[in-house]
């Protein structure tokens, strides 16, 4: 089952590393390795990988958040987390103090769990409101091996990156006739309907640098399926733990429905 | 030759009108009504209209700034206005006194003129910087006479909006082939690559309510095509004059290119 949890990491020499995101996924992938080296290269070599990560710098501390969207990959990188930690947490040229692991919505409103068929059973929506809070940005790439990017809340690049995520990380994915007419709904009735507070950011992630968008975006639902209002109110849910568009494994695309 | 003007009215009662855009498009037609029957039912049954217009509320004084895409509009338009604001103009409940006409960049950083020759002949451009200075929306209707509106600063949207209009007003309109073939690469190679101050209005236009989007953005052209760049330079300076988007004879789409 998906899982959100949240590091509170503390600078020693009282100053946050520069690209906390980039370091994250060295440090993830650290971690994995020491856990199991198999693990390690078959998560790496994934295409859709079964983790994300966003990083929050605050006053006195560094909140690191990860999620897992496959089972075998929660516990395990927990426990060896909190067994490397003893000895600081290295990101970038730092070693970080871990101070607080935050599991729940009770201590931190980025940390949490749902069972996939919690997922499953939520409510149909109507409207999806969706809080961006790291840059967001999607790949659309083109014709001729250009590479292109979208730092705008598209509904239907946010709810076909959600479906996406889900048909390969969900054990209750639709059928591929079934994913396919879902999208075919959403691309005619997802409608953005208004935003706040939207801006561009820019961030490293990877070798390159991307611009992305944060800020709130909202979303209407024109269509009177059923069917089709349930996986928009699975979808919405999930987005907290797959995040959304590209580089979500560096810091990317991590967002929330506000409360 | 497109030519912008801004007209400087005041309330004499101290209060700008609620809808100006909407009121400006009654005015607009009454006074086209009054000049010439023939042209303004022509004008009015013209699916792309050849003027758009914008409402700016200062402080002391309601800005109405007119753009004109038509040769035969503006020279009677503005004899017309003249004559008929001896009386005050008409705007909604109330009659606004015409204070000053700008016409020229100098009066008004929206108001000026340049030939079609002119607006060939700019420079080739790689990178279009708008300014969206009224809220801003694209009606992207889908199959089955839905309905589905936009309000996001997508490159292809903002360009074929742009391309379109040129192709209905000027003089100078690419051939079919050469349109088609501009819009395929615009569709490859233009990129929104930043975006600053961007915000949400609603506001009515014509018999519906419409978010829009406010703000400025930035578009990178990557293709190395001396006709596309050229094209680029042309359209990002016949912005100024035609809005982009919908509803722009209704006060929406208003852009121009920062200094």
């Known amino acids: 089952m998906p899982h959100a949890f949240v590091l509170e990491l503390v600078s020693p020499e009282g100053r946050n590393p520069l690209h906390p995101g980039l370091y994250a996924h060295g440090l993830f992938f650290?971690?994995?390795?020491?856990?199991?080296?198999?693990?390690?290269?078959?998560?790496?070599?994934?295409?859709?990988?079964?983790?994300?990560?966003?990083?929050?710098?605050?006053?006195?501390?560094?909140?690191?958040?990860?999620?897992?969207l496959n089972d075998e990959l929660f516990a395990p990188l927990l426990k060896t987390l909190l067994h490397e930690s003893v000895g600081g947490l290295r990101l970038g040229d730092q070693s970080l103090v871990l101070q607080r692991v935050l599991a729940t919505p009770q201590g931190h409103r980025l940390?949490?769990?749902?069972?996939?068929?919690?997922?499953?059973?939520?409510?149909?929506?109507?409207?999806?409101?969706?809080?961006?809070?790291?840059?967001?940005?999607?790949?659309?790439?083109?014709?001729?091996?250009?590479?292109?990017?979208?730092?705008?809340?598209?509904?239907?690049?946010?709810?076909?990156?959600?479906?996406?995520?889900?048909?390969?990380?969900?054990?209750?994915?639709?059928?591929?006739?079934?994913?396919?007419?879902?999208?075919?709904?959403?691309?005619?009735?997802?409608?953005?309907?208004?935003?706040?507070?939207?801006?561009?950011?820019?961030?490293?992630?990877?070798k390159a640098q991307y611009s992305g968008f944060v800020g709130d975006a909202r979303f209407h639902l024109h269509s009177d399926s059923i069917e089709v209002q349930q996986a928009l109110g699975r979808l919405s849910a999930y987005a907290f733990y797959s995040g959304v568009g590209a580089k979500t494994t560096y810091g990317l695309g991590c967002c929330h429905t506000p409360p």
Chains 1, 2 share one sequence.
């Open 111 to 206: 940390a949490g769990q749902q069972t996939w068929a919690q997922l499953c059973n939520q409510p149909a929506l109507r409207q999806m409101h969706l809080r961006f809070l790291s840059p967001t940005v999607f790949t659309t790439s083109k014709a001729d091996k250009r590479t292109r990017h979208t730092p705008l809340p598209d509904p239907l690049l946010v709810i076909k990156s959600l479906l996406r995520s889900w048909q390969i990380h969900s054990p209750w994915a639709y059928s591929e006739l079934n994913a396919a007419a879902l999208q075919s709904v959403f691309e005619l009735d997802l409608e953005l309907v208004g935003f706040s507070e939207l801006s561009c950011q820019k961030t490293f992630a990877g």
């Open 30 to 68: 650290a971690l994995l390795k020491k856990l199991d080296p198999n693990l390690a290269s078959k998560v790496h070599a994934a295409q859709r990988k079964p983790f994300t990560l966003a990083a929050f710098n605050h006053k006195h501390s560094l909140h690191l958040r990860f999620t897992t």
